[in-house]
């Protein structure tokens, strides 16, 4: 019998779950499983219990989340389904069958009036139902899972893989001669890449150790900035002529309302798991060399 550890990954197609994929070789001390709504409806109990059962996993990472942040103030069923519900389902199986949890959470369950980095354990307060459901599916984590779980926060997520604010700033700053992009959000953008082998650096830890240092955590790469600094730097990166105009949130008007400060305290996750945090804009290059030169 093979007693290779088991990582199921849910959300493969996503960001993160493809980021995920490019770690297998770098983490081969694993079995991967990597599942997508195709393969698992991780909101349907008896499937995800079937899963468990037939492979018996040591890890869960839960990649996948409703994220559609605007549609999920109209789509509220489905964003908690996916976002709630269905961690608490995984959560559930994963004490089951003690299986360690690592859970994706998001920057949104803050409110955004914040003037110092958010700290783990600080009191939450989203603003906008996506926030909310990401909330509801932390406590379900926790409730079901908790000596188990390792949740870990995260922001304003880009890659070369799917659609994000880079893929869209390159295209749109292709086809037209000015944009405009508010400059009244700050946070600290997460290439998918560099959140993916830090996610592998805790479950390594934890495999080795058998110890899980359980709770939250927050990870981002190092630095402040604005959208609207974002944009300028990927301009200045793919060498574009677009120009760029800094407006604030009042005059870019959406469904769901935006944390004006986004802004998270990642000092916990580097003490406790030795996770590395590149700083943005030399991941932005990373990732935007690999864009531009695919």
Known sequence: MNNTPVIIVSGSKGQLGYELQQQVAANSQFEYVFTDREELDITNAAQVRAEFEKHKPAFFINCAAYTAVDKAETDKDLALAINATAVGIIAECCKAYGTKLIHISTDYVFNGNGTAPYEPDETTDPVNYYGYSKLIGEEKAIAHNGPNTVIIRTSWVYSTHGHNFVKTMLRLMKERESISVVNDQVGSPTYARDLAIAIMKVVRQIQQTGKVENGFYHFSNSGV?????????????????????????????????????????????????GVKLPEWRESLKECMAALLNG
């Open 225 to 273: 900035i604005s959208w609207f600094d974002f944009a300028v730097a990927i301009k200045e990166i793919a060498d574009l002529n677009c120009a760029v105009n800094g407006i604030p949130t009042s005059g870019y008007p959406t469904p769901a309302k935006r944390p004006a400060y986004s802004v998270m305290n990642t000092e916990k996750i580097k003490e406790v798991y």
